[in-house]
């Protein structure tokens, strides 16, 4: 197996193999948040919830802690082992998923779901700083959307288990398969992806710094104004994708009558052949465009969700399950399409030795309004319109949400000027 060798050098072979390890444990990130999506309609039968509640527990009940510990783990990955945290921390979210599967009510379960979130906290910042050491700046949007293609593939692995083990077992064996698979990926993580040095991929060796205190990156940050509209664009699209993602399985079982693999395959497929072409592209344009113009970086997301808004709507606004699957295709690649251009754009925005801790200031923005808000917002609006529209409350719950990618797109329009300006080139 390559690894870095005496000198600190890093052979490429070893860098895509520790991407390959980074991109398995954010699958596992995104299969455990999305498994509750395709379990909703059993966990409501079976435990009585709402969809209010319901959305609290796919939302706020995970981005709670999720949102709010991200930062004070990220600062203990700058200043330690950032490959331990990684694996600390999917250690705890794995367990506490298989835990979830014991849930005897609302409360249970919402607890179960904080801890997922207090586990996923310390996985994603660390790992964005991870792969910027191993990989130089002009390949760096390309290896951030290939680990970002975690997301619909996790997302699709949860929607396809969760469905099968859900209809051939039952629901809480379906969480408890998977977070144990998790607990048993992280000692293999440990044992094979080693700390890289920091700033090691820039094209000139950053002279060694003392640890940024805390204060300083937020100073460096809260100056930046394309931080602030990046982050809340990010923000607004989240809500709409992580609701869309949580929702679309009991839209489709309630307005279509599908059982629960039927939808299990219909959103999975979309996702898997969608996302990963969404979220590849975007990074893979980031690059090609974005060494002239810093500004591409923010230009390609508002693009996307200006295209995404209609298609969406479209589609849920369709009464055939082929049409509307051919129209949903498209926008669930624009909508995650900004993943590889706005991540490294935020890792540009301060030095190598504050990546970690800057990239968990992005997605405690993004977290807490996308994630925390997403589900809870849409499912909140289904129970409102329940009295008028019945069973196809949801529907108009989500063609409503949608929305929020308009204000997605004029906020990180906005940001292309200021991105230019802000941007840290290394020497």
Known sequence: MNQPTKTGEVTPGYARLVLAMLLLVYTFNFLDRQILGILVQPIKADLGLTDTQLGALGGIAFALLYSTLAIPLAIVAD????TWVVTISLTVWSGFTALCGLATGFWSLFLYRLGVGVGEAGGVAPSYAIIADYF???RRGRALAIYSLGIPIGLAMGAIL???????????????IVGLAGVAIAPIFRLVVKEPKRGG??????????????????????????????????????LCGYGLAFWTPSLLMRSFDFDIIQASQFLGSLLLVGGT???????????????????????????AWLITLPLFAAGFWSTSPWTAWFLLLIPNGLNILWLGPVVTAVQNLVPAHMRATASACFLFINNLIGLGLGSWV?????DAMAAEFGNESLRYSLIAATGFYLIAAVLMILAVRPLRKDWVEVA
Do not use: C, H, N
């Not at 969760?162 to 408890?176: H, K, L, N, P, S």
């Not at 950053?206 to 982050?231: C, D, G, Q, T």
């Not at 072409?277 to 500004?295: P, Q, T």
């Open 277 to 303: 072409i969404g979220v590849f592209a975007g990074g893979w344009l980031a690059d090609r465009l974005g060494s002239k113009d810093r500004g591409v970086y923010a230009k390609l997301p508002a693009i």
């Open 378 to 382: 849409m499912g909140a609006m289904s």
């Open 162 to 176: 969760g469905g099968y083990i859900a209809a051939t077992v039952d629901w809480r064996w379906a969480f408890i």
């Open 201 to 238: 991929a820039d094209p000139v060796a950053a002279a060694p710094v003392e640890r940024a205190p805390v204060s300083a990156v937020f100073a460096i940050l809260a100056r930046k104004p394309s931080f602030w509209l990046m982050a809340f664009a990010a923000s607004m699209s989240s």
């Open 136 to 138: 130089p700046p002009e």
């Open 79 to 82: 200043r330690t082992s950032r």
